[in-house]
């Protein structure tokens, strides 16, 4: 599903199992002017990744089949320098501590809070050094 409002063009991929928080968020987003697409598990974020330029991924930790490490893990071994997000409803300080060492750039507990994520977003976006699409 994707929401085409869109904040200077930045699209943002929103990885989450739970269609309600899915849908959820991606209106809060969109609302906030950025291009939304989500989907419900790692292995089509990976999919989509193949196919779709995106400057940010939201990625839920734990879900079924691939969670939101393993994804993280390929994620950045498949497109290097992406932005990511890690958002939990069971954020514990391992995998705080793993996310940030493998690479995410911010790690958010549930329920998420639209200003906190925003303001995150604004300054993520503000790095003019930072990689911010993944290009095919």
Known sequence: MEFC???NGK???LVDDEENARLA??????REGYIVTTVSNGFE???YLREHDIHL????INMPEMDGITFLREANRSFPGINVIMITAYGGVESYIEAINL???EYINKP???EELTSILDRIFSLPDQRQEVHQ
Do not use: E, M, Q, Y
């Open 11 to 13: 699209r943002i991929l």
């Open 45 to 47: 974020a990976l999919n």
């Open 25 to 30: 968020l991606s209106r809060l987003l969109s």
């Open 103 to 105: 690479g995410a750039v």
């Open 57 to 60: 991924i939201v990625t839920d």
């Open 112 to 114: 998420v809070r639209i």
């Open 5 to 7: 409002l869109t904040k």
